[in-house]
Structures are given as C-alpha cells and as structure tokens.
C-alpha cells in the first residue's frame, strides 16, 4: 500500500548537508521546501536520500501519476540502462520515448538505482548516463 507523505524538498549546499541547522529549521516550520509539483516544472532535478527512505516508490508513483494524465513519462533503472537500454524501462517504453522525442513532445524521464551495488563496474554508471 503506497502513502502520500507530501514530501518536501532542499536544495542545499555541501555544508548544510551534514547541518543539523536544517532539521532544526524543518521542525520549527522556518524552511520551507519544494513539492513534487515544483519539482515537476524543471528540467532537471536530482534526489538524493538515505536508502529505505522511499525514494524509488515515490518516483514510480510520481512517473504514474503523469502517465496516467496522458504524459509521456518513464522511469529507467539505471542497473539496466547500461547493459540493456530497452530492458531498463520499468514504466513506459523504448518505442514510447523514441515516438515522443520524433514527435518533439515534452516529457519526463526518471531514473533510479534500487541499489548501487548492483552495477557491475564503476563505470557502469558513467555509461549509463552516457547511454541515456
């Protein structure tokens, strides 16, 4: 069963990473974060967060929620997308991306890794990114 958490989002800096500053600002309501919605409106947005802590089940959903509007949207596993570009998509298709990308349509591409160790090499990664 998947729970809306509302989730907000920081942008921070090396330093206010390791801060205990922003919890403290969290917790007393002073920060305020982005949304998913926010989030959807740029070009380009990378999430970072302990493991387990749900990052890869609300991606899926938020790739969902936009292909069940009728936007092109997908969600790749960066483990395959390496070794098997047409096996990574977990939500959409290789067929459904290259028709958007002929059609010149907008859409949103999502990409995560259940778990870094699985890629084979240290390169994998790089290729991977290179690749998409």
Not at 74 to 100: I, K, Q
Request: glycine share 6%.
């Amino acid at each position: 069963m998947y729970i809306e958490l509302n989730r907000q989002f920081l942008g921070l800096s090396e330093e206010q990473v390791s801060s205990e500053e922003i919890e403290a600002a969290f917790a007393l309501g002073v920060a305020k974060g982005k949304t998913w919605s926010d989030l959807l409106t740029e070009h380009r947005v990378v999430i970072l967060s302990s493991a387990g802590s749900g990052k890869t089940e609300e991606i899926r959903r938020q790739c969902e929620r936009l292909r069940t509007k009728g936007s092109p949207a997908f969600f790749l596993r960066l483990e395959h997308v390496a070794t098997d570009w047409e096996m990574a998509f977990d939500s959409g298709s290789h067929e459904e991306l290259t028709a958007a990308i002929l059609q010149g349509k907008e859409f949103w591409l999502f990409l995560d890794s259940v778990d870094e160790a699985r890629l084979a090499n240290a390169k994998d990664f790089e290729r991977a990114i290179r690749r998409v």
